[in-house]
Structure formats: C-alpha cells, structure tokens
C-alpha cells in the first residue's frame, strides 16, 4: 500500500514539473520572440534615424561652402556627398521593407518623405533643392521620432534608468 502511495505522488509530482516546464518554455519562447522583434524594429528605425542625420549634415556642409564660403577640403565635401546617396538608397531600401516593420504612422511619414523629395529632383536651382531637402528630412525627422518611441514603447523614464 505505501508503495502505491510513493508512486501516486511520484506520478503526479512529474505531471506536474512537466506540464511547469511546458509552461515556462512557451512563456520564455514568446519572451525571447517578442525582444528579438523588438531589436529588428529597433535597428530599422536606427538606420533610417542615421540616414536623415546624414542627409542633414550633407545639405549643411552644402550650404556652409556654397553660400556661406566656409573652407572645407574637397574630400570631406565628397565623402559627405557619398553618404548622403547612400542614405537616399538606404531610405529607399526601407520603403520596400517598412510597411513590416514599422508602424503605420512612421510608413506613412517615410512616404511623405519620399515623396518631397522625388519633388526636389525637379528643381533647376540646386540651392533651392538642397535648402528643400534640408527642410523635408528635418520635419520627417521631427515626426519620425515619437513614432518610433510609440511603437517601440520608448518612454522618458525608460531612457532614464
């Protein structure tokens, strides 16, 4: 009789931990799925953060030598002009893949963008377009933020821990 009553508490202890661990497997796996998610978004609004950054310090170089006849060494001038074509191609690159990952609200601000500046390509007075550019990014950028720190869940006290 007590070994039957050894083995029922043996059998129902390993239910038990079994169905315990099957619980916390899932709940871990959903955890780790939903941070790693959290990273891809997160790195996706990075680079389009670091792409409008780059278009701005372009266009503020730009200006600098052109209208304000700041000095600044031919190379500097061009590796800025290069990293502005590559952010305008990351920019690009973002498009085809932000309707996955970003919210509605920063897609729809990244369109806008897109948009203003097919309108830029337009212009003959290449201040004028760079000055156009200048402004666009500048206002995406000011939208783009707290759409990325809503849909990242980003708040002031989160930065300040």
Known sequence: MNDLSNFQTILTSLVIAILTSFISVNIALRKYKSEKW???????????IEALNN????????????????????????????????SKLLLDKQMNIGNLLLSDEAYNVLLNLTYSLSKSENMT??????????CEVEECLHLLIPCAKKDLKITNSFLDK
């Open 55 to 86: 278009m701005i310090m372009y266009c503020d170089l730009w200006m600098d030598v052109e209208l304000d006849d700041k000095l600044v060494c031919k190379k500097t001038l061009e590796n800025y002009h290069s990293e502005f074509n590559c």
């Open 38 to 48: 959290w990273d891809i978004k997160t790195t996706c609004y990075v680079t389009i």
């Open 125 to 134: 007075d290449i201040t004028q377009s760079i000055a156009f550019i200048r």
